[in-house]
């Protein structure tokens, strides 16, 4: 039963006020200034500082999938689970000095136009439609979701309403346009990070009490004690998690793939850099980086913290629902443990994980849709204002949908970092060879791009099957291959991700090879020189410090 008191309530309210304050202010500030031209609208062209950039990419990043869903595989796995968090520091370095520099020297704006530049019209609408729906129906709905159950949770008020103030908050936000998602993420990302730093400690105070003892740094001691298998980042193949993580390909495999893809050529990512100027891109990319190394202590930590209550008693029978145990229950419950007051503020991080992503991802939404769609197959005539008006009609439709399907797709059963993970990642591989393939091979047809989009769907879901249709074990010697309790060897997901990539590569080369003599020379190749890559001191500092982080971690907890 929720104890959400008045002074919680009023420290939410501040944050409310201040949130959507501040972003009117912006909002007023920007229409005296620029006016609401579409890329200023859709990318807030110019106009985002690198502080800014960063702190958008973590605040739409970060949502009710991780502090729910993560922290809930904290309870189950352990910090192993924190490579997704720690393998996307150093992606968002190789995003920075390979993939941003060829966006922004070709003038790319949105992934489908990069995909028509380089590969013709009927790549780049397929695409686009996919996108739009991938947006809408995986990740729109499972962030709304999770976000209002979590809220609903805390608060004690009906999954409905929180649906709708979820909505109707990140709508008005989205609406002002990029500028005003940017710098309210500032605003958004300072309480993610406070407030679940508040949670970590109070989670890591209770370990504490647990021994008599108080602090974080007792709590933490005491938690390496008594969780001590928890703090794994690597899992052998005895591990009953190793479908989940398996072995060194969360650092060698798959894991690379799920982190290029979604940092590198994902319209809701990239779009926070694609209208900057390439230093401030790149020092926006980097500081995100140096965030996302604080998100294993706000995400996984309370989940282990909350194992280690659980095994001692201290949350009684709070983790079981529905006479089962339910791990996603570890970051509400010590949420509802929180005195009044602090609870206010991780009530209000919350919030804001899951606003700043919903804004995100319904202004990738309207900018797909605007950009790519509308404007190129309804009205090629629309001129600013009309198009400024469409997207915001995209975002109240997007919207609209994701209140209405969210409750039917099951999401809080699948858990959302599952559910997210299990959809996008069927098409991850065939998208990332497509877009690597056209930065750095010139001779990739159009052709081959169809195939990265049709095969590697298929691929992946060949391979998700196909320990149904014959024996697998034969894998099992060289680690691609898991006998489950029930007999059968399956694939792990993560090396499933892996063998589709270089599948999709090598038929990708194949068909360009075989059509090389009738390939489409009015394609238009991307303006591509090592030049590109040249990064400064500064950001070579910076890379190397990160580098050094993740190289301690996985040095000490192997």
């Given at each position: 039963m929720s104890t959400f008191s008045t002074i919680d309530l009023i420290v939410f309210l501040c944050y409310f006020v201040l949130v959507a304050g501040y972003g009117l202010w912006v909002y007023r500030r920007k229409q005296a200034g620029s006016g609401s031209a579409s890329?200023?609208?859709?990318?807030?062209?110019?106009?985002?500082?690198?502080?800014?950039?960063?702190?958008?990419?973590?605040?739409?990043?970060?949502?009710?999938?991780?502090?729910?869903?993560?922290?809930?595989?904290?309870?189950?796995?352990?910090?192993?689970?924190?490579?997704?968090?720690?393998?996307?520091?150093?992606?968002?370095?190789?995003?920075?000095?390979?993939?941003?520099?060829?966006?922004l020297k070709n003038r790319i704006y949105t992934m489908p136009q990069f995909l028509e530049q380089r590969y013709g019209k009927a790549v780049a609408t397929t695409m686009?439609?996919?996108?739009?729906?991938?947006?809408?129906?995986?990740?729109?709905?499972?962030?709304?979701?999770?976000?209002?159950?979590?809220?609903?949770?805390?608060?004690?008020?009906?999954?409905?309403?929180?649906m709708l103030f979820l909505a109707v908050f990140a709508a008005i936000i989205t609406l002002g346009g990029m500028k005003v998602i940017g710098y309210t993420d500032v605003v958004q990302v300072t309480c993610l990070v406070i407030g679940g730093l508040v949670t970590t400690w109070l989670a890591l105070d209770m370990?504490?009490?647990l021994a008599n003892q108080h602090g974080a740094l007792a709590g933490f001691s005491e938690l390496y004690a008594?969780?001590?298998?928890?703090?794994?980042?690597?899992?052998?193949?005895?591990?009953?998690?190793?479908?989940?993580?398996?072995?060194?390909?969360?650092?060698?495999?798959?894991?690379?793939?799920?982190?290029?893809?979604?940092?590198?050529?994902?319209?809701y990512i990239t779009q926070r850099a694609l209208g900057a100027d390439l230093p401030t891109a790149r020092k926006g990319l980097l500081f995100a980086a140096f965030l996302k190394l604080l998100m294993p202590v706000i995400v996984v930590l309370p989940g282990i913290a909350a194992f280690a209550l659980d095994k001692s008693g201290a949350l009684g029978g709070a983790m079981t629902q529905g006479?089962?145990?339910?791990?996603?229950?570890?970051?509400?419950?010590?949420?509802?443990?929180?005195?009044?007051?602090?609870k206010g503020?991780?009530?209000?991080?919350?919030?804001?994980?899951?606003?700043?992503?919903?804004?995100?991802?319904?202004?990738?939404?309207?900018?797909?849709?605007?950009?790519?769609?509308?404007?190129?197959?309804?009205?090629?005539?629309?001129?600013?204002?009309?198009?400024?008006?469409?997207?915001?009609?995209?975002?109240?439709?997007?919207?609209?949908?994701?209140?209405?399907?969210?409750?039917?797709?099951?999401?809080?059963?699948?858990?959302?970092?599952?559910?997210?993970?299990?959809?996008?990642?069927?098409?991850?591989?065939?998208?990332?060879?497509?877009?690597?393939?056209?930065?750095?091979?010139?001779?990739?047809?159009?052709?081959?791009?169809?195939?990265?989009?049709?095969?590697g769907l298929l691929g992946s879901i060949f391979l998700k099957f196909l320990p149904q249709m014959m024996d697998l074990s034969f894998l099992a010697p060289i680690g691609f291959a898991k006998l489950t309790s029930a007999g059968v060897a399956e694939i792990p997901f993560l090396d499933r991700m892996f063998i589709v990539f270089f599948f999709v590569v090598g038929g990708?080369?194949?068909?360009s090879k075989l059509a090389e003599a009738k390939r489409d020379d009015t394609i238009k190749h991307l303006h591509i020189d090592t030049a590109l890559f040249r990064v400064d001191g500064?950001?070579?500092?910076?890379?190397?410090?990160?580098?050094?982080v993740l190289t301690t971690i996985y040095g000490v907890w192997w």
């Amino acid at each position: 039963m929720s104890t959400f008191s008045t002074i919680d309530l009023i420290v939410f309210l501040c944050y409310f006020v201040l949130v959507a304050g501040y972003g009117l202010w912006v909002y007023r500030r920007k229409q005296a200034g620029s006016g609401s031209a579409s890329h200023d609208y859709f990318l807030a062209e110019g106009s985002l500082t690198w502080w800014a950039i960063g702190a958008s990419l973590i605040a739409s990043n970060i949502s009710a999938e991780q502090f729910i869903g993560m922290s809930g595989s904290g309870y189950r796995i352990g910090m192993a689970i924190a490579v997704y968090e720690l393998m996307a520091a150093a992606t968002l370095v190789i995003v920075a000095v390979f993939f941003m520099p060829v966006y922004l020297k070709n003038r790319i704006y949105t992934m489908p136009q990069f995909l028509e530049q380089r590969y013709g019209k009927a790549v780049a609408t397929t695409m686009a439609l996919f996108w739009l729906g991938l947006y809408v129906v995986v990740n729109l709905t499972s962030i709304l979701y999770l976000g209002a159950l979590a809220i609903s949770s805390l608060s004690g008020i009906g999954l409905l309403p929180c649906m709708l103030f979820l909505a109707v908050f990140a709508a008005i936000i989205t609406l002002g346009g990029m500028k005003v998602i940017g710098y309210t993420d500032v605003v958004q990302v300072t309480c993610l990070v406070i407030g679940g730093l508040v949670t970590t400690w109070l989670a890591l105070d209770m370990v504490a009490n647990l021994a008599n003892q108080h602090g974080a740094l007792a709590g933490f001691s005491e938690l390496y004690a008594r969780a001590h298998d928890h703090f794994e980042m690597i899992l052998k193949r005895d591990n009953a998690n190793y479908m989940d993580l398996p072995g060194l390909s969360v650092l060698l495999g798959g894991m690379w793939i799920v982190n290029l893809n979604y940092w590198g050529c994902n319209q809701y990512i990239t779009q926070r850099a694609l209208g900057a100027d390439l230093p401030t891109a790149r020092k926006g990319l980097l500081f995100a980086a140096f965030l996302k190394l604080l998100m294993p202590v706000i995400v996984v930590l309370p989940g282990i913290a909350a194992f280690a209550l659980d095994k001692s008693g201290a949350l009684g029978g709070a983790m079981t629902q529905g006479g089962e145990l339910n791990p996603d229950r570890a970051y509400p419950i010590l949420l509802n443990l929180l005195p009044s007051g602090l609870k206010g503020i991780a009530f209000a991080a919350l919030t804001a994980a899951v606003v700043a992503s919903l804004a995100g991802k319904a202004n990738s939404i309207a900018t797909i849709f605007t950009l790519d769609i509308y404007k190129k197959s309804f009205n090629k005539a629309a001129d600013e204002k009309r198009m400024v008006w469409i997207g915001r009609v995209s975002v109240v439709v997007a919207m609209v949908l994701a209140v209405i399907i969210a409750p039917m797709l099951g999401i809080d059963k699948k858990g959302g970092f599952q559910y997210i993970q299990e959809y996008t990642g069927f098409v991850s591989p065939g998208i990332l060879a497509m877009f690597l393939m056209g930065f750095f091979w010139k001779k990739t047809t159009s052709g081959a791009a169809m195939f990265a989009t049709i095969g590697g769907l298929l691929g992946s879901i060949f391979l998700k099957f196909l320990p149904q249709m014959m024996d697998l074990s034969f894998l099992a010697p060289i680690g691609f291959a898991k006998l489950t309790s029930a007999g059968v060897a399956e694939i792990p997901f993560l090396d499933r991700m892996f063998i589709v990539f270089f599948f999709v590569v090598g038929g990708m080369v194949l068909i360009s090879k075989l059509a090389e003599a009738k390939r489409d020379d009015t394609i238009k190749h991307l303006h591509i020189d090592t030049a590109l890559f040249r990064v400064d001191g500064a950001f070579v500092f910076g890379s190397a410090v990160i580098g050094l982080v993740l190289t301690t971690i996985y040095g000490v907890w192997w």
